[in-house]
């Protein structure tokens, strides 16, 4: 099948990139049917009708997983695993549960409910991608590792989820730095919002750098595309970090360099020594 190139992020432009063709495919389905599903979030579409999408592509993902997918992006996701063991894509529903989540613009009122959420996030995008590339890597690490991403996404995305109603940290959490969770919304930040932040990101990149460590040096070679990524994402943390208490970025030397970290994290990939 055709990999096109995917018209999304520059980190995961990056990514899908450096990964070998038949992993490009793959990541192609995976964002295509992402961005598919997101679309049921869209600014005033009315919510019925969110909720029925939501329910067809809940049926949609199931039929995929037996192997049995009626439309096009399902059916080119299975396709990428043609010869293969198709059961890594049993967890591509979790799609739909955070974005059901998210079309009711659910709190997390714990760390363990932002976790789980992330993890869900984790068993539809990495894990058939890692499943793909490296069949030897354990579920668990590559669960870890997308959770992980996906709270890189959700910390990057802070502000703009908060003006749509879709908070981002737990509600714990922020009682406890004595922060409103209406100031997520209004960047610059306070002092104790920016502290809470700054420990998340730290903890966060802590995440990523355990992720990786916890691969076999046989592990990353096949996968460099998804090095590529972390990689990225690590160093978006920290310069969103540096920013704080705002949000918007400087004249910092990201779009330049960009390229050739994930050149470089690619090469250490397949060479098996990429920390991040």
């Known amino acids: 099948m055709s990999a096109a190139r995917p018209q999304r992020s520059a980190t995961r432009t990056l990514a899908w990139l450096y990964s070998p063709p038949p992993q490009r495919a793959l990541l192609g389905a995976l964002f295509a049917l992402e961005e598919e599903i997101g679309a049921s979030l869209k600014s005033g579409l009315d919510h019925e009708v969110a909720h029925a999408r939501l329910a067809w592509w809940r049926e949609e993902c199931a039929r995929c997983a037996r192997g049995q997918p009626s439309h096009p992006l399902t059916r080119s996701l299975l396709e990428c695993f043609t010869g293969r063991d198709p059961a890594p894509l049993a967890g591509i529903g979790g799609l739909i549960d955070t974005a059901a989540w998210d079309l009711?613009?659910?709190?997390?009122?714990t760390r363990r409910e932002l976790d789980a959420y992330c993890a869900r996030w984790a068993d539809a995008m990495i894990v058939p991608l890692a499943a793909f590339g490296a069949p030897q890597l354990e579920r668990a690490a590559a669960r870890s590792l997308g959770a992980a991403l996906r709270e890189a996404q959700l910390l990057a995305e802070l502000a703009r989820d908060a003006r749509a109603g879709r908070?981002?940290?737990?509600?714990?959490?922020?009682?406890?730095?004595a922060v409103e969770s209406a100031a997520l919304a209004r960047p610059p930040w306070s002092?104790?919002?920016?502290?809470?932040l700054r420990a998340r990101h730290g903890e966060l990149r802590g995440r990523l750098a355990g992720a990786v460590a916890a691969l076999t040096?046989?592990?990353?070679?096949p996968l460099p595309g998804l090095m590529v990524w972390v990689a990225l994402a690590h160093r978006s943390s920290r310069r969103a970090e540096r920013r704080l208490p705002r949000v918007r970025p400087g004249s910092d030397d990201s779009a330049l360099l960009d390229g050739y970290r994930a050149w470089?994290?690619?090469?250490?990939?397949?060479?098996?020594r990429f920390k991040p």
């Open 104 to 109: 009711a613009a659910a709190t997390f009122e």
């Open 167 to 177: 908070l981002r940290l737990p509600l714990d959490e922020l009682a406890a730095a």
């Open 191 to 196: 002092a104790g919002l920016a502290a809470l």
């Open 217 to 221: 040096p046989e592990g990353q070679p």
């Open 264 to 272: 470089r994290a690619a090469r250490l990939a397949g060479e098996g």
